[in-house]
């Protein structure tokens, strides 16, 4: 149930992100959902594309660095306190998140927050377990 | 000094393989020129390059007739080792040699040394001596964590731990939480390894709760590179022991050329078997003790390779005054640098190596790394540019900037310095060829 998120180191220096796209797009890698995450000096780039493994190529074949990461693509009601009541279940099972951000587009009638849990195993197992959709990678990237 | 029984406790006499330390300097110097006349003899019937520098100067083993005659004889460099790569200047059959070591290499091919089973034992006696001007002595729990393997470190001070009867812990470098648990479980009383990686543990311990201060852990060995007196400072407080410095280079045997005493003021060289000479390094003269130059090493004993007037590139100058501890054998001020590769950064001396040390210290492993000095409003800079590398980059934010804090604090302790820490993608410091290039100097351009 977990999905393979890649991410990159890119310095905080202008043409480097557009770089790292066209080294993807180069190979016809389709990126689903990006998340940034910058500091002063340096970006990490998180990616979740439909192959991420000619995205891991892509991007070291262009001397990035490209890691492996598993995450979760949680199902959130679109509606106000949708993604509260989420957190909630994820509190009470006494989860650790990492990060999260949004995923791109909705599947169905409902929005997808992908969330680094420090454990994502167990993340998965708790949230099913208190009736959260956790999305299969198959479903989320068939769009 | 007289020998006495009880050389085992601390102050009261001397181990008697430490005896050659005590020697009437008449009779040390009768010592060496026997020995540097039978050196040069070996040397000259058994390595071709050495015979061949010797005949081009006219020179034969009859022309040493006085110590002061070394000086007529040809440098020995460290190129001569790489261009003779690998056993071009052993002067003992293989068969007579025991063990091989050879340097890590970064210039491509290794520096390679050998031992016959005697240079062994004049080795470990060497180490023997070392680690008694130190204090230790049997009875003591050691904690050997310098590398085992090629690199002398580990193997030379085994053995003389070993010789002196002290127990030894064989933990080798690496794994720092290990290694801050067998010293306590066990007692541990002496620990040899390099200054950087002890200061390491120091900060390790903290981080797990273990006070050295309150172990039974009283005194530290350590050698294979520069270090201060600040960092000296640091380790001595920071972990209850006292610091004792010891030089050596592979090329003459690996540790135990020469070792601090208990007057922590100077180290003693083991001048009867490594002849101390110190030159200027730009017109090879030879200084009078007590002028500051490079120091150049004769080998009195090593059979297997020995090694004539070997530049060391190791700037230091001989002590002339006495020791308090009573030792005859002549010391050096310690090294604080090399004459090639040492660059000066608000009146602070800095070498790569230390660079190089305090990026090990963090993660075991080497990065790519720059070093860019840079001058603004009359102040010098110091930049260090560090690749990431696919074992250092995490995916996420904080440990990243852990990774940069802990990088930016180790050179910080290693050099004095406050560096400019730059973490940089990957294959973007540019490669050259041959001997990597680490220092960009843009101070006057």
Not at chain 1, 35 to 56: H, M, N, Q
Not at chain 2, 152 to 166: D, F, N, R
Not at chain 2, 228 to 245: H, P, Q
């Amino acid at each position: 149930m977990k999905v393979t998120q890649i991410s990159s180191f890119i310095e905080n220096r202008p043409g480097r992100l557009h770089a790292a796209c066209a080294a993807l797009a180069a190979k016809g890698v389709n990126i689903h959902t990006l998340s940034l995450a910058d500091t002063r000096e340096f970006g990490i780039l998180r990616l979740i594309v439909a192959d991420p493994a000619a995205a891991k190529a892509a991007l070291e074949g262009a001397g990035y660095i490209a890691k492996f990461t598993d995450v979760v693509a949680v199902e959130v009601p679109d509606d106000a306190g949708g993604l509260s009541r989420i957190l909630a279940h994820v509190d009470a099972a006494g989860l650790n998140i990492e990060y999260m951000y949004a995923f791109s587009t909705t599947v169905g009638e409902h929005a997808i927050v992908i969330i680094r849990f420090t454990d994502a195993d167990r993340a998965v197992a708790e949230l099913q377990q208190r009736g959260v959709n956790v999305i299969e990678p198959v479903k989320l990237l068939a769009q | 000094m007289m020998l006495r029984e009880n050389w085992n406790d601390v102050g009261q006499g001397f181990h008697p393989v430490s005896a050659p330390d005590y020697l009437p300097t008449a009779q040390l110097h009768e010592l060496q020129l026997r020995r540097l006349k039978a050196i040069v003899a070996r040397a000259y019937e058994n390595v071709p390059l050495f015979r061949e520098r010797m005949d081009e100067r006219g020179l034969t083993p009859a022309s040493i007739e006085s110590l002061a005659d070394l000086a007529k004889l040809p440098f020995t460099i460290k190129t001569d080792l790489r261009d003779t790569y690998p056993f071009g200047l052993f002067a003992s059959p293989m068969s007579e040699v025991v063990r091989l070591h050879a340097s890590s290499g970064t210039t491509g091919k290794p520096i390679v040394v050998a031992y016959t089973q005697e240079d062994l034992q004049v080795w470990a006696s060497a180490m023997l001596r070392t680690f008694a001007s130190a204090g230790i002595h049997r009875g003591d729990i050691v904690q050997n964590a310098y590398g085992y393997g090629l690199f002398t470190g580990g193997l030379g001070a085994h053995y003389g731990l070993e010789a002196i009867g002290a127990t030894v812990v064989p933990t080798s470098g690496g794994n720092s939480d290990r290694q801050i648990m067998l010293m306590r479980d066990f007692g541990v009383t002496g620990i040899s390894c390099t200054p950087s990686y002890f200061l390491h543990l120091i900060e390790r311990a903290q981080e797990l709760g273990v006070d050295l201060r309150e172990l039974p852990l009283r005194v530290g060995v350590f050698g294979a590179e520069p270090w201060s007196d600040g960092m000296r400072e640091r380790i001595e407080e920071g972990a209850g022991i006292k610091a004792y410095d010891i030089y050596g280079l592979s090329e003459i045997t690996g540790p135990g050329v020469g070792a601090e005493c208990s007057a922590q003021n100077g180290l003693h060289i083991f001048e009867d078997h490594f002849y101390p000479e110190i030159i200027n390094p730009e017109t090879l003269e030879v200084l009078p003790d007590g002028e500051e130059g490079e120091l150049v090493l004769t080998t009195l004993s090593k059979r297997a390779m020995p090694m004539i007037r070997y530049r060391t590139r190791d700037i230091t100058r001989i002590i002339t005054e006495p020791c308090s501890c009573g030792r005859t054998i002549r010391r050096i001020d310690r090294i604080r640098r090399r004459s090639d590769d040492m660059f000066i950064i608000r009146g602070v001396n800095v070498f790569p190596s230390q660079i190089e040390t305090a990026l090990l210290a963090v993660e075991g492993t080497l990065p790519h790394y720059r070093i860019i000095l840079t001058r603004s409003k009359g102040l010098d800079q110091m930049g260090v540019e560090v690749e990431v590398s696919a074992e250092l980059f995490s995916d996420q934010v904080r440990a990243m900037e852990e990774l940069h804090h802990r990088l930016a604090h180790s050179i910080e302790r290693i050099t004095g310095i406050r560096a400019g820490l730059r973490l940089v993608e990957p294959h973007t410091i540019p490669r050259s060829e041959g001997k990597a290039r680490r220092v960009w100097d843009e101070r006057n351009s």
